[in-house]
């Protein structure tokens, strides 16, 4: 009878321990998106809660800054009004065109400094000036041109709107690097390729930073001419209410301008979502 000997290499695989580690459980995080999302909401309950104890316990007077849950009060009575929908429609509409005109305005300016370099030299020192100078300075100019009327609005917030997107845009095309235009010529692309397939995708960033400030400036420029001199729209309306010393009735037309730049900001992410989907893919 043999008796045979095996190493402790020699085992089957199946009785050797399982020195396997243990899997640990994955946490999901959260995005980008959500966390900001939660923390703007966090600041908002936070400030709302601050305002309204504030209000109620007297810290400060009612005139300087009513009770929150009293201003959304008097925004309910307000919204049954027709007075409000009207200047709600007009500022809407005010915005909306200069928004439109004033990023196609300055994304043409851009494209044109880009292919023209020196009549962008020339230009370009006074779109700078003028970034820099309130145009509400220009608003008596455009009465006697057009009248007390949305158009003057219209135009003074086209033009701060056009600004920035044509810096931005010229920035983003003088920054794009020569190889994909050596590309392009390589694969004989014609100029609507070259434009709408290499060079608007490559300065894409820098056209979206345009174009959200674009929309900011569209906003401050329409309210700001509707505070001056207009006779309806939100801005109008509260300076009236300011005038008149309502100011319940005021501070509820402020929150309806925030409420819609949030709206406008919410929009323009998932516009910017959609045109940078291709670089992030």
């Given amino acids: ?166 810096l931005n845009t010229t920035v983003g095309l003088k920054g794009m690097r020569p190889v994909y235009m050596k590309l392009a010529r390589s694969l004989n692309a014609s100029p609507r390729q070259v434009l709408f397939s290499v060079a608007i995708p490559a300065a894409g960033p820098f056209i979206v930073a345009g174009l959200r400030l674009a929309v900011v400036y569209a906003l401050i420029g329409t309210i700001a001419m509707e505070f001056t001199t207009a006779q309806a729209g939100l801005g109008y309306r509260i300076r009236y209410l300011y005038e008149t010393f309502d100011n319940i009735a005021m501070f509820a037309y402020i929150v309806v301008v925030l409420m819609l730049s949030c709206l406008l900001t919410v929009l323009l992410a998932l516009v910017e979502r959609v045109l940078l989907r291709g670089r992030t893919q």
């Fill in 1 to 166: 009878m043999t008796t045979s000997y095996l190493a402790e290499g020699d085992l089957p695989a199946e009785t050797l321990p399982s020195h396997q580690p243990t899997p640990t459980p994955t946490r999901r995080r959260l995005g980008k998106g959500a966390v900001s999302a939660l923390a703007t909401t966090g600041l908002v309950v936070l400030f709302f809660v601050i305002c309204e104890l504030g209000a109620r316990t007297g810290l400060w007077d009612d005139s300087i800054l009513p009770a929150p849950t009293t201003i959304l009060t008097e925004l309910g009575n307000q919204m049954v009004l027709p007075q409000f929908w009207e200047d709600a429609r007009r500022t809407g509409i005010e915005v909306a065109v200069s928004l439109v005109f004033g990023a196609l305005l300055g994304l043409g300016a851009g494209l044109l400094f880009w292919k023209l370099p020196y009549v962008g030299r020339i230009f370009e020192p006074y779109l700078v000036s003028f970034y820099a100078v309130p145009l509400v300075l220009f608003y008596p100019v455009m009465i006697v041109l057009v009248g007390i009327n949305a158009t003057s609005v219209i135009i003074l917030a086209t033009i701060m709107a056009a600004i920035p997107m044509a």
